[in-house]
């Protein structure tokens, strides 16, 4: 049958069977389920829908927290004035990292649940109330910065000797007397702070989205999008989780329907969505320029201490290897035997008659196997995340769910990774580049103080792909039918196109846009 092609595939090692044979839950166990975009989540089975009870045991729980937290932060008023003392900063930086890492437990839980539950009033509320937590902590931390900015450095190096611990502190305190010229009055602080200025912030700038980012996500949610017809010849509710499914049909007719009906859609709310995005960039450029920055980007980097040259390199480098892109469409083009060549066309196979199907048992096995060459104690790590019993993953897409896939965590209890897996070679990949990201930031956990051991933006994507290269070489490298093994270097092909060009575009984009800006350009 065509799915035995797979599993002529898995040619396993011992060490890979051992930790199979490890798994709480085995294949066999897993309730069988057919994803569907348009189900209710109670329809899910348990198993495959993540356990959130060791950030908080209940929503009653998370919010007794919260408030614990609000009624705790005042105490960092204790060492306002008193920095200048080894003593008073060690003691005051222990209780302002434990609060933050209270309050980033908070925010995760949040964040969590809101993205199942995307219309839920409750969970939103939620939301919101741990942004105000978190956003109360950073305006009381202020004079943290502010002191720490004008201690003298003979002062500093006294410190570090007077107080051993504060060594595990010292990469923070060197990143933020490296930008101490960007630092302003207490009183312009004080304004910057209440209209959002997330230049200081110490939190993934994802968890503490802007007013017109909860516009955006907000109108996000309330368009409706229309239903379309599938392969069968029935109409079916189109929505961002199923998107991807139905623009890679291998019928035209349904992956043009889904493109132009996506597309039509948002087309009818472009004025809205122009004006928050153009709105974002405006408050980027602000508050670069609050600052003394010339631009957004250079804002934006020097929170990681990276040149603008960096992220400019890449854009220009990309740009002089587009021939490479343009072949690869060329060739995609003829292959398909199309004498044009759209968007709904780059997402399809071009060898016909492979199935590639990969449930996610299927799936977690494959992985296993190909990220082996990361060590025994990274694949057993793995393989407790990947198993479903073990509450990590939320799997597979059902109504009011986020689009998309992410991995999130806070210091200590394990991370979380967030699907809408739907039986494709696209998804295997992205459960292992999203299993990247988790267990870098488990691994970081385990060897790194809180206070440092967040990764930045520049190497957050390391991990990750690198996971799914692993899982590509494993794949074309077992593949015996030579049309299974075109389906899977096809495949490669398009995550390079998807993650070098398509990424960089993004980016270049942003680059231009907020360059705009800042001309003036209308």
Known sequence: SDRSRWGRVRTLSLACTLLLAALTTSAAELPAYAPDANTDRSAIPEIYRWDLSPLFPSDEAWDQARIKLLEEIPSLADYDGRLTDPVALQACLELYFRLHSDANLVTLYANLRQSTA????????????????????????????????????????????????????????????????????????????????????EIDLNEIPSPLEDAFGGLMSDIPWP????????????????????????????????????????????????????????????????????????????????????????????????????????????ALGLDDLHLYDLYIPLAKGV?????????????????????????????????????????????????????????????YVFMNYQDSLDDMSTLAHEFGHALHSELAMKAQAYSSFRYPPFLAEVASTCNESLLSDYLVTR???????????VERLETIRTTIFRQTMFAEFEMVVHGFVEDGTP
């Open 227 to 334: 239903e379309i017809t599938d392969e069968d010849g029935r109409k079916v509710q189109l929505n961002l989780a199923n998107y991807g499914r139905y623009r890679a049909s291998t019928d035209r007719d349904v992956r043009r329907g889904a493109v132009e009906a996506m597309f039509g859609t948002l087309r009818q709310f472009q004025h809205a969505l122009a004006a928050t995005l153009a709105g974002q960039f405006q408050l980027d450029v602000d508050f670069a320029r609050a600052r003394g920055y010339d631009t957004a980007l250079e804002a934006y980097l020097d929170k990681d201490n990276l040149a603008p040259a960096v992220y400019k390199n890449l854009v220009a480098t990309i740009n002089q290897n587009l021939p490479l892109l343009h072949r690869y469409v060329e060739l995609r083009k003829k």
């Open 118 to 201: 995307l219309s839920d009033e409750t969970t939103n509320s939620m939301v919101q109330r741990s942004l105000a937590a978190m956003e109360e902590l950073m305006s009381d931390a202020a004079f943290i910065r502010r002191e720490i900015l004008t201690l003298d450095s003979k002062n500093l190096d006294a410190a570090y000797a007077a107080q051993p611990g504060l060594e595990e502190y010292r990469s923070y305190l060197e990143n933020l007397r490296r930008r101490a010229n960007r630092l302003l009055s207490p009183d312009a602080e004080r304004a910057l702070a209440l209209l959002g200025d997330n230049l200081w912030a």
């Open 479 to 489: 593949a015996t039918d030579p049309a299974e093994k075109a389906a899977l270097l």
């Open 355 to 415: 199935d590639v199907d990969v449930p996610f048992a299927e799936a977690r096995e494959l992985i296993l196997a190909a990220l082996e060459p990361l060590g025994r104690d990274y694949g057993k790590a793995l393989a407790v995340g990947l198993d479903p019993a073990n509450g990590w993953m939320d799997l597979y897409p059902h109504k009011d769910k986020r689009s998309g896939a992410f991995s999130a965590s806070a210091y200590g209890p394990h991370p």
